[in-house]
């Protein structure tokens, strides 16, 4: 079955680098995503990586993939008071379906 | 602008009535999608719809219909026998079945549901 597991908080200091932690269980999974959702509104998509990459940068972010252990992550350098919010880790299902994980809850300290 | 559109953000109903929830794309999208999201939880799919007059039922679906009559619009319907309806509604939509690659999801801002 399908089951995508996340710590539930971090809290970080401004400036500092956030690790945001997932692992996941269907090994077929074919894309991995990072959803971002402010208070109140919906998801907004941070990024994706597909199953057979091991690592994804763009700009603050950074995605890696450990296939072997189904580990996911996201690294944000340099966090910003902009960046608290809830963090959702998905994967692919199907076609159509992704599973996703309860969340994340980033805080960012000054 | 191209996005999708829920209403509305906020909904308030009395306990054993219908309620019909908004989402409209203009993102030329073949597929859409309802999710419930629960505090403390991830999202959990409700129904789906790859294309215009076809929708599947996801993990969730007793309680709830939807209708795919026009490809930019995929209404859901709160019915009364959905025992806990208290929740916040996200409506989804991606290319479908002619994508290449990845058929990554873009989310609206949500509907707020509350029974009194």
């Known amino acids: 079955g399908e089951d995508v597991e996340q710590s539930l908080f971090l809290s970080v200091r401004e400036g500092d680098s956030s690790v945001i932690n997932c692992t996941y269980t269907d090994s077929s999974s074919t894309y991995l995503y990072w959803y971002k959702q402010e208070p109140g509104a919906g998801l907004q998509l941070l990024t994706y990586i597909f199953s057979n990459m091991d690592m994804k940068q763009d700009q603050r972010l950074t995605v890696l993939l450990n296939k072997k252990d189904k580990h996911l992550s996201l690294r944000i350098a340099d966090t910003q008071t902009g960046d608290s919010a809830i963090y959702f880790c998905a994967e692919s299902i199907d076609d159509y379906k992704l599973s996703f994980g309860a969340g994340t809850t980033v805080t960012v300290r000054a | 602008d191209g996005g999708i559109t829920q209403s509305p953000k906020y909904l308030f109903r009395k306990e054993g009535q219908n309620v019909t929830l908004s989402c409209e794309q203009n993102l030329n999208h073949d597929a859409m999608y309802w999710y419930r999201q629960d505090p403390g939880q991830g999202l959990r799919l409700i129904y789906y719809s790859q294309i215009v007059n076809d929708f599947q039922k996801g993990d969730i679906a007793e309680g709830y219909s939807v209708s795919r009559e026009k490809k930019e619009s995929f209404p859901l319907t709160v019915t009364s026998a959905q025992k806990n309806p208290t929740a916040f509604y996200l409506c989804?939509?991606?290319?479908?079945?002619?994508?290449?690659?990845?058929?990554?999801?873009?989310f609206g801002p949500g509907t707020r549901l509350t029974v009194l």
């Open positions: 989804a939509s991606s290319i479908g079945a002619t994508s290449l690659g990845t058929d990554t999801q873009y």
